[in-house]
């Protein structure tokens, strides 16, 4: 929570930075890919090293190198170094990649079965209030006291968060001695990629499951979108205000999602298939009125609707793949997931921004993001009903 709230400081603060040195939606686009850069190429590794070793002591060390690397933006100071923006964004990324996977393989090892749809009802709900919270005031803090405040608060809290989980009781299992001498494929951990890669298609349930964040990347243009309507389109100047509502209301819809989703349908697995297959209809018709709005006040609700959907199929699928994987794989399928997502999101920034510094008009390229939602909708459609009917011939066998 912690370390989160302070992360959307820094993603104002750096929007209003780029946008004051450049004004380039493309700029925008370029931070965002590097943040994404490093789940897709390392993202196997660090599954693998998270099954491997002390994942308490491996997220503790990313926090700590982070303080650093964050502290860094604060020489930016012209626009011949933005190119030290996308750097430390690669480096603070990659961090971050190796201790996500420990932490999302350690929420069963912290709570029994039953409790697991809790713990993801609460881990989504605090990144989103964290996210409208954090990018609201970082937007006020930016806007009031400038970026380099933003920066300083968001390195401070990687040391309070290194702190807190300094006192988590997290036992690491290790792995059963072979008595053997390792071959360099197995040193390397290009032998345990390969197992997780086998166990992922090997099991068709987790695959699907795997492919839902990537499915909703395709249109994750839309997080460059949200900074061009709030400092562009809405308004005139960078001040991380504009930027710093809509975030905010990325926020609240996210922590509003999942909860009204279990409400509604339940928290049987296939009540929250049905769930995840709703949600991206649900964020393509928010976004396709989004793009037609005429101010912010206006547009901010559709925001707020469009991430309801959002963090439904994102949290959903997050707990039916902690009931689902062993705890043996669990490092490997969560960095894998990650690596599609982050792909998806690094090609849909690109095409984005690349469509905006040709000239299209912003209001189409929201348009054609939000039709893209429909892609993975239609998939999870025709995928539920391909499993409906497999369920019905064996029970017809039977």
Known sequence: MISQFGNWF?????????QYLTGSGQAVSWFLIAKFIPSTVLGPAAGVVADRVSRKKMMITC????VGIVLCFLLVRSSEYVWVVYVLALLQESLWTFANPARQASVPNLCA???INLANALSGATWSLLLAFGASIGGLVTALAGWEAAIIIDAATFVVSA???SSLDLPHKRS????RRLSWRELT????MQKGWRYIVGHRKVFALILVKSGWALSGGILVMLVVFGEQVFSSGASGSGSGVLYGCRGLGAAIGP???????GEESPAMMKGIAASFFVSAGAYLIFSQTPNLWVAAPF????????ATQWVFSTALLHRTVEDAYRGRVFAAEMALVTLGLSVSSYCTGFALDWGVNPRHVVMALAGMFLIPGCFWVTFLRKRRRAEVKVKGEG
């Open 10 to 18: 820094n993603y104002i603060a750096v929007f209003v930075l780029l």
């Open 63 to 66: 926090d700590l190198l982070r």
């Open 189 to 192: 951990g290009i032998t345990d």
């Open 113 to 115: 079965r039953e409790e």
């Open 259 to 265: 909860i009204l989703a279990w409400r509604i349908l």
């Open 176 to 179: 059963a001695k072979t008595g």
């Open 303 to 310: 925001v707020l609707l469009g991430h309801i959907g959002g």
């Open 163 to 165: 702190v807190v989980l």
